[in-house]
């Protein structure tokens, strides 16, 4: 059974960085080949996707919008996915999810889901 746990949200103040986690169980990165992405949802808005990464060859992609201050990445040995978010904004509060076995950015591509972490930035 696939199972993915987040976790590193929080409380930061505007332009402040968090490292989000998450650590997959039920099969292994590089071995199984299920990409693994990260996506979001602020309150009233749809899940939307931030980046995703084939952990067989490293592979990444970035929605448009969040290139430049979140960075995806992944350690095979863990069976973690790590994201790291930098210049923290107001309108990047949400809840943060790790998914895997799909592709992309639009989250009905995407098979399992893990329970999400809340990061709020304040002003």
């Known amino acids: 059974e696939v199972q993915l746990v987040e976790s590193g949200g929080g409380l930061v103040q505007t332009g402040g960085s968090l490292r989000l986690s998450c650590v997959a169980s039920?099969?292994?990165?590089?071995?199984?080949?299920?990409?693994v992405g990260w996506f979001r949802q602020a309150p009233g808005k749809a899940r939307e996707g931030i980046s995703c990464?084939?952990?067989?060859?490293?592979?990444?992609y970035y929605a448009d919008s969040m290139k430049g201050r979140f960075t995806i990445s992944r350690d095979n040995a863990k069976n973690t996915l790590y994201l790291q978010m930098n210049n923290l904004k107001p309108e990047d509060t949400a809840v943060y999810y790790c998914?895997?076995?799909?592709?992309?950015?639009?989250?009905?591509?995407?098979?399992?889901w893990g329970q999400g972490t809340q990061v709020t930035v304040s002003s």
């Open positions: 998914a895997c076995g799909g592709w992309g950015t639009s989250a009905s591509g995407w098979t399992f």
């Open positions: 990464i084939d952990p067989s060859d490293n592979t990444t």
């Open positions: 039920g099969f292994s990165f590089g071995v199984v080949d299920y990409a």
